[in-house]
T-cell receptor, first 118, second 109 residues
């Protein structure tokens, strides 16, 4: 029962390089999210996906693309990394309505990716 | 723009004291409310769900006031291990999740 698996845990990129952050959940959740967190800031939503094949922009989408090819996986791509994208990235999935959301933890997080762009 | 506001703190509180946080939200149609705890920029972990009827779990009490659009968290008999950042989380009607910026709590020995 892995929950949300996020890879890699750490990454260092040079400005202009590209990379994809991978996220997968095994709980059959519809909704998945990508957040970034900077020092002294809360979690800011980059993109989210309410279901397979759909994605929507969040608060800070510029410089990122996402892909939700199936229900399990939601990837985040940086096409041309910039130092401003140095951050900790969290993937999350949301439990369905009802018991799971009301009484259990509604949000399941990955362990985070610590990305440094030099 | 839909927002969730929290006092960032830090709250520096002696061990054994009682401390309370509030969080306000702007969207009256918001569906669900939670308090999460985050340590050292690790992934947030659920502390409590928040209901209009109130929710108590040991030393922790959470309350939702829909009329005034705020939620509260009360920690009694605070422990050193309570030192963390507490995040207010609101789930909108379209499943968009909004986080407050967090309130930092330091429990002093």
């Amino acid at each position: 029962n892995a929950g949300v698996t996020q890879t890699p845990k750490f990454q260092v990129l040079k400005t202009g390089q590209s990379m994809t952050l991978q996220c997968a959940q095994d709980m059959n959740h519809n909704s998945m999210y990508w957040y970034r967190q900077d020092p002294g800031m809360g979690l800011r939503l980059i993109y989210y996906s309410a279901s397979e094949g759909t994605t929507d922009k969040g608060e800070v989408p510029n410089g990122y693309n996402v892909s939700r090819l199936n229900k399990r996986e939601f990837s985040l791509r940086l096409e041309s990394a910039a130092p401003s994208q140095t951050s900790v990235y969290f993937c999350a999935s949301l439990g369905e309505q009802g018991f799971e959301r009301s009484y259990n933890s509604p949000l399941h997080f990955g362990n985070g990716t610590r990305l440094t762009v030099t | 723009r839909k927002e969730v506001e929290q006092d960032p703190g830090p709250f520096n509180v002696p061990e054994g004291a009682t401390v309370a946080f509030n969080c306000t939200y702007s969207n009256s149609a918001s569906q669900s409310f939670f308090w999460y705890r985050q340590d050292c920029r690790k992934e947030p972990k659920l502390l409590m769900s928040v209901y209009s009827s109130g929710n108590e779990d040991g030393r922790f009490t959470a309350q939702l006031n829909r009329a005034s659009q705020y939620i509260s968290l009360l920690i009694r008999d605070s422990k050193l291990s309570d030192s963390a950042t507490y995040l207010c989380v609101v789930i909108e009607e379209d499943d968009k999740i909004i986080f407050g910026k967090g309130t930092r709590l330091h429990i002093l020995p």
